[in-house]
């Protein structure tokens, strides 16, 4: 017989728990605007198939380090692309965890190439947009880019070290939400000072390709390729800005006791 499909009432309480997607370091902004609604009726349909859990996260791997490559198509088409590539990127970021749950088909394997796309994603776009300025611009370009993937690769394994630290010494269970708050109240203030300008999220392979679009779109009207130097220069400054504060904000909180 075949396979009824699911309601989307009856995915959305198996595939997406609430806890999940309220958490603000375990969901993207995006997939709680719009990216989890679409996702959800994929899901929908893929859950009757034999499709995998992890043919889908390899499937976000293609997207993310394809959206690195896109970059070096020049002008508006290539940026265009790699923005769409890295939308891709996020849409099977939400629907292979979905699947897994419906279907309750985990793996190490699974999480461990979850992870490393996240890596080569966000590494590949800052690779591939040094070497979309180094084109018209100098070579040292391509330097600024690996400066920025760099950044961000430190940026994201420090957040995952902390589950290795606790795993290894015994603490079991990954950090609360309420572990992240750093233990200095006027600390915590200029942290949250800092968070309400959002200028760290350039930071992240989503919102660096949406700058990448933009900063495209005003060359095709104002000519010259200044844009995109000022869009990969701003996520390198910004990502190594982050690295030693992220570092503190980690050693300053609970995450790690």
């Not at 349909?45 to 889908?56: F, I």
């Not at 776009?125 to 300025?133: D, E, I, K, N, P």
């Not at 760099?150 to 609360?176: H, M, P």
Request: with cysteine.
């Amino acid at each position: 017989m075949p396979v009824a499909t699911p309601t989307l009432a009856e995915l959305r309480e198996v595939c997406q728990p609430q806890a999940k997607i309220e958490s603000r370091n375990g969901e993207h902004w995006a997939g709680r605007l719009y990216m989890r609604r679409l996702s959800l009726r994929a899901t929908r349909h893929l859950v009757r198939t034999s499709v995998s859990p992890n043919t889908l996260t390899w499937a976000m791997v293609v997207a993310g380090v394809g959206a690195g490559a896109a970059l070096l198509i020049p002008g508006v088409a290539g940026a265009l692309l790699a923005a769409l590539l890295f939308q891709g990127f996020l849409f099977f970021d939400c629907v292979d965890g979905e699947v897994a749950r419906w279907k309750q088909q985990f793996s190490a394997v699974g999480v461990y190439v979850d992870r490393l796309g996240a890596y080569l994603a966000d590494a590949a776009l800052l690779v591939g947009a040094g070497f979309r300025v180094a084109e018209t611009a100098s070579v040292a370009w391509v330097s600024v880019g690996m400066a920025a993937a760099l950044g961000i690769v430190l940026l994201k394994a420090s957040t995952d070290l902390v589950d290795v630290a606790r795993t290894r010494s015994g603490l079991g269970t990954a950090a609360t939400e309420e572990s992240t708050e750093i233990r200095s109240t006027r600390v915590n203030s200029v942290r949250r000072l800092a968070a309400a300008f959002k200028i760290h999220r350039i930071a992240n392979g989503i919102e660096a390709s949406l700058l990448f679009l933009v900063a495209a779109l005003v060359e095709l009207g104002t000519g010259g390729h200044v844009p995109t130097q000022i869009a990969v220069a701003a996520v390198a400054v910004v990502a190594w800005l982050m690295v030693p504060a992220h570092l503190f904000s980690i050693l300053s909180s609970s995450r790690l006791r």
